[in-house]
């Protein structure tokens, strides 16, 4: 699966959007841009995943660029709640031998 | 469904002590996870498992490790002995197959493990 590489930290006024970037220069065809947020002493939570299509869910919005080496969740409204820490990873279907590997993430801050 | 449920929810145990980690993953789902967190490593894939067979277990720390999923319903995460540097924070996960679309894993609250 492809490294990726995100900002340690990040801050955000409430109610603005946060755009959380991520860089996997080295992502492959078959590989898969997922997002994940881990907020304090819970389990990582689901966010959003595409391919090379920019999506957008009820939580939030996915853009890929279109050489797909990099991306940005938007967070279109930021709450305090969303401060968590941003898993970016790159992998394949799990059907095709891909692993939910979480590397250091992006620990986003949303301040009042 | 009440998603993935791990206990319990908080063990302390002495060096030396066998600890095991009990997960229960959502109801028809093919995939299961057993990670470990510290501050230190952050999150880590221990093992995971497809309908019940050990697919990928090159995150398991050591022999100590041993995880077992003898059902669909029912997957354990066995450390014996125990060391205080096993002291962490263990998830369990699970997702539907990549064939059905969406593979989006569900976390469990975790297990957090203290050994004195």
């Known amino acids: 699966d492809a490294k990726t590489t995100q900002p340690t930290s990040m801050d955000c006024a409430e109610g603005r959007a946060a755009n959380l970037p991520c860089n996997h220069s080295?992502?492959?065809?078959?590989?898969?841009v997922y997002w994940y947020r881990q907020i304090h002493s819970q389990g990582p939570q689901y966010i959003i995943h595409?391919?090379?299509n920019n999506e957008t869910n009820e939580m939030a919005s996915l853009i890929i660029t279109e050489d797909r080496k990099s991306s940005t969740l938007i967070l279109p409204h930021a709450t305090l709640r969303d401060t968590a820490v941003y898993y970016c990873i790159v992998r394949v279907l799990l059907n095709q031998g891909g692993k939910l590997i979480f590397g250091q993430g992006t620990e986003l801050s949303v301040k009042p | 469904d009440a998603g993935v449920i791990q206990s319990p929810r908080h063990e302390v145990t002495e060096m030396g002590q066998e600890v095991t980690l009990r997960c229960k993953p959502i109801?028809?789902?093919?995939?299961l996870f057993w990670y470990r967190q510290t501050m230190m490593r952050g999150l880590e894939l221990l093992i995971y498992?497809?309908?019940?067979?050990?697919?990928?277990d090159s995150g398991m720390p050591e022999d100590r490790f041993s995880a077992k999923m003898p059902n669909a319903s029912f997957s354990t995460l066995k450390i014996q002995p125990s060391e205080p540097r096993d002291s962490a924070v263990y998830f369990c996960a699970s997702s539907l197959p990549s064939w059905q679309g969406d593979t989006e894993a569900f976390f469990g609250q975790g297990t957090r493990l203290t050994v004195v």
């Open positions: 595409g391919l090379k």
């Open positions: 109801s028809g789902h093919d995939y």
């Open positions: 080295t992502i492959s065809g078959n590989e898969y």
């Open positions: 498992f497809n309908n019940n067979v050990p697919i990928d």
